[in-house]
């Protein structure tokens, strides 16, 4: 299989990690098991196989720095939470660079940079940015329904990204 093109993994190692990478069950239906060739350009996998197939690479390698452009842009909401369960799982003692439109997949990062035009607008955690109505990812993230808005006694305005607390 393409997941080990150097073969310096046993098979026990790539069961392993395609079980971290949610791909098990896919490779242990098919006739061929770890003889399973990826065709060029993934083309008899979907999007999101293709996908955790790169994943489950970086988890052979044991990574120390994971870079992620997009990653779940093109992938059903399933998949998306398969890859995002995976990276926060197995990647959490690696540092993983992520680009993503999809702002739920960066919420809980340690520290997020917004960019525009090539340049960069603010860095900072994310919570803290979606507390202040000034911030251009609070704007992003409101615009993408993920902050509510609600007015308070004084009409003062409090917001809180969805799913937390005030």
């Not at 990478?21 to 060029?40: R, T």
């Not at 999007?47 to 790169?54: A, K, S, T």
């Not at 540092?95 to 997020?112: E, F, K, P, S, Y």
């Not at 940015?129 to 993920?146: H, T, W």
Request: charged fraction near 30%.
């Amino acid at each position: 299989m393409n997941v080990d093109p150097k073969c310096e993994h046993s098979d026990e190692q790539i069961w392993a990690a395609l079980d971290k990478a949610h791909l098990k069950d896919f490779f242990e239906n098919k006739s061929e098991k770890l003889d399973f060739l990826v065709e060029e350009e993934g083309k008899n996998l979907s999007v999101g196989q293709h996908q955790l197939i790169c994943l489950d690479r970086a988890l052979l390698r044991n990574t120390k720095l994971l870079v992620l452009d997009e990653a779940t842009a093109s992938v059903d909401p399933e998949t998306d939470g398969l890859l995002q369960k995976t990276i926060r799982r197995d990647f959490a003692h690696c540092t993983v660079l992520t680009v993503a439109h999809r702002l739920q997949t960066i919420l809980d990062a340690n520290r997020i940079v917004v960019m525009r035009a090539g340049e960069i607008k603010e860095i900072g955690v994310p919570g803290q940015l979606l507390r202040d109505p000034q911030s251009g990812f609070y704007a992003m993230a409101k615009e993408a329904g993920l902050v509510k808005e609600k007015r308070s006694s004084s009409a003062d305005r409090v917001s809180a990204p969805l799913g937390t607390a005030n």
